[in-house]
């Protein structure tokens, strides 16, 4: 039989040959379907706490150091302070949530004295009961190391935007231009900071 005729069939028949083998050999016997879904609701409220408290820090630093007119022309420099600034002060407090995240997605053990948790909630409590306050702070300094992604990429955008606002005179930004700055910004950051 000639199985060059067969290629997409038999594609897809490994592909799924390869899911019912990950999904069998792995996830079901450890945690279930659940465990896919292990530390879901610290992650969506990570990040959304995240990203809001990073935009509210850099909006108010920007807005006590400078007046109006500075706010328009701000350097790539002030810029990069400032979201530095902004990513340590939030990295510094939502890292209680990241570990709690790591936490609930890698509680899959078999080992029966493991701590378990049943939610966020109560990773926070055990955790804070059997370990402390200084549990919530491992693993600090990789994520302090990650600022400069975010720094560079957030500064390289905010910087092409004021590129494109003072010739143009406009505050309006297309949806293009918006994904254009978004992909050049992200491309910006992952190239220069990519061994982090």
């Known amino acids: 039989m000639n199985y060059s005729l067969f290629p997409p069939i038999l594609s897809t028949i490994q592909y799924h040959q390869f899911i019912a083998g990950l ?7 450890i945690r279930g379907l ?14 959304g706490i995240s990203l809001g408290l990073y935009l509210f820090i850099y909006n108010t630093i920007i807005v006590l150091n400078n007046d109006q007119d500075k706010i328009k022309n701000l350097t790539f420099y002030y810029r990069t302070i400032y979201s530095t600034t902004a990513g340590l002060l939030t990295i510094i407090l939502t890292n209680p949530m990241w570990v709690i995240k790591t936490r609930m997605c890698l509680q899959y053990s078999n080992n029966k004295t493991a701590i378990t948790y049943n939610n966020m909630f109560d990773a926070f409590r055990k955790t804070y009961q059997s370990e402390g306050i200084t549990a919530f702070y491992k693993c600090l300094t990789p994520g302090l190391v990650g600022i400069f992604h975010g720094t560079i990429q957030f500064s390289s955008y905010e910087q092409m935007k004021s590129f494109y606002v003072n010739p143009f005179h406009t ?13 050049l910004s992200k491309f910006i950051a992952a190239t220069s900071t990519y061994p982090t």
């Open 171 to 183: 505050t309006y930004f297309l949806t293009s231009v918006v994904f254009t700055f978004s992909a």
């Open 23 to 29: 999904f069998g050999g792995i996830i079901s016997p």
């Open 34 to 47: 659940q465990g896919l879904y292990g530390g879901v609701t610290s992650n969506v409220v990570g990040n």
